[in-house]
């Protein structure tokens, strides 16, 4: 293959890709800032090219384009999970957020969707009809990236992780073919090479955090629910260890159809916030409960019995959960890193406190550090499904900090040492979800890592597609 400069690689990529439904966007283009940028704006990304895809096609073409000039692909439609990618000299940014539409069968209670829908506009056609999906906190996360890296939500502790509601996944492999694959019916016999193929792809995109295709569109199922009784109770953070270990003994008697969070906020004096929040360091317990409201307040009262300062607990609709974690609307630079927790056991919760609670000074630079409450259908004794199937852990600890170029390193060195403080009570494994910088495949995939290693070098041995966390050291 013969070796193509940087002053020509615009030519031979527009040779290469022939028409597009979508466009080209180049290094010194009018618009390749903005095509180059991420969701999340600590992240400075340099693709040699960025290619806004208007359809599957445009995708096919990418990676065929790709595979003959010597150059990998990475797709992305949000990029809140920018910063795991790393180095992007040698790669094509395929861009999918044009990959849009949401439908909803109600009858089938399933959902298609495009690459690029966010998890916004799921949620609110689904609740159109009285449905919800297994969304995650944040509406404006892609339903795509957060379902092939697991999805982790305010109903998995009742109905599992996002990735085992998939039902039909619509990509493009390394070869350019674009497929659909599917469940397989129970008891469905499959005698040729390509029925193992496609049972092997089937599995390993259900976890495997992209590898090894670049996914056009997804269908999941939906379930009958409407409402919840959602909300936040609120404290001074000097009551952190109270409220903490109170929690902890909490959350031993409540039933799946819980999901809580524990949360240390110190968050800024900005206009955006209502007032009792700006400026202030606060503890704050976030809970959805699938439960009447009698059952739910029932539920509630021995948090209820700490006095918070503020409780704002009611029915709520599942189309406006995203609301309760607070999640900004819009792209900021941000940096923050994840664990799975063992347990969540009286040395874990003085583990967390010392790691981000008010006696800690080194703490100051992190906007949040929570503890989201695992188990039920998220345990591994009840997950089937694919790569990643479950979480085995009780808990999942996330620490983030808002990280423009002045504040960057304090952030950094903030979340480091935080997850340091907790290095003793961690899993074996993370949750892709929540690994926002590179680490071993092994404690990402675990027991899963051979096979799906085996999975991509077959079906991409050039390894011309470039999954989200990767496969190899």
């Known amino acids: 293959m013969s070796v193509i400069t940087p002053s020509h690689l615009g030519d031979a990529l527009r040779g290469a890709l022939g028409h597009l439904d979508g466009d080209l966007q180049l290094p010194g283009h009018p618009g390749w800032d903005a095509a180059r940028a991420s969701w999340n704006l600590a992240v400075d990304q340099h693709p040699v090219a960025v290619v806004h895809a208007g359809s599957a096609a445009d995708v096919a073409a990418t990676v065929l384009a790709a595979s003959r000039l010597g150059l990998q692909v990475a797709a992305q439609a949000t990029g809140h999970a920018a910063a795991v990618l790393d180095d992007l000299d040698n790669t094509i940014l395929v861009r999918t957020d044009r990959l849009g539409g949401v439908e909803i069968d109600p009858a089938a209670m399933i959902a298609r969707v495009g690459a690029g829908v966010r998890w916004g506009q799921v949620s609110e056609a689904t609740a159109r009809h009285g449905l919800a999906a297994l969304a995650g906190s944040s509406p404006d996360v892609g339903v795509v990236g957060y379902t092939l890296g697991g999805g982790l939500g305010w109903l998995s502790r009742s109905h599992g992780l996002a990735a085992n509601s998939v039902t039909a996944i619509e990509l493009v492999t390394a070869d350019g073919r674009a497929r659909r694959v599917t469940e397989r019916p129970p008891g469905q016999q499959g005698s040729a090479r390509q029925d193992d193929e496609d049972a092997d792809l089937w599995w390993a995109l259900r976890g495997g955090g992209g590898a090894p295709g670049v996914v056009t569109a997804i269908e999941f199922r939906l379930y009958p629910v409407a409402e919840v009784h959602a909300g936040a109770l609120w404290w001074p953070i000097e009551r952190a260890h109270e409220v903490a270990h109170a929690w902890r003994q909490w959350i031993g008697t409540v039933p799946t159809s819980v999901t809580s969070h524990l949360r240390l906020l110190r968050l800024p004096p900005l206009p955006d916030l209502p007032e009792f929040l700006q400026g202030r360091s606060l503890v704050k317990i976030e809970a959805a409960l699938q439960e009447t409201a009698e059952e ?178």
Do not use: K
Request: glycine share 8%; hydrophobic share 45%.
């Open 296 to 473: 739910a307040d029932r539920i509630l009262m021995p948090l209820r019995a700490l006095a918070p300062q503020l409780d704002t607990f009611g029915r709520t609709p599942v189309a406006r959960l995203a609301e309760l974690h607070m999640d900004p609307p819009g792209p900021i630079p941000v940096l923050g890193d994840g664990a799975v927790l063992r347990s969540l056991d009286p040395a874990t919760i003085d583990a967390f406190l010392r790691a981000a609670g008010p006696d800690n000074p080194a703490a100051a630079p992190l906007l949040s550090a929570e503890i989201r409450h695992l188990g039920g259908e998220l345990s591994p004794q009840r997950g089937e499904g694919g790569a990643i199937a479950s979480v085995a852990g009780e808990g999942i600890f996330h620490a983030v900090g808002i990280a423009p170029p002045p504040a960057a390193g304090a952030v950094a060195a903030a979340v480091t040492q935080a997850l340091a403080h907790l290095e003793t009570v961690r899993a074996q494994t993370d949750c892709l979800n929540f690994a926002e910088t590179r680490r071993s495949p092994q404690r990402l995939f675990g027991a899963s890592l051979e096979r799906l290693r085996r999975i991509t070098q077959s079906m991409d041995p050039a390894g011309v597609i470039r999954a989200q966390h990767s496969l190899w050291p």
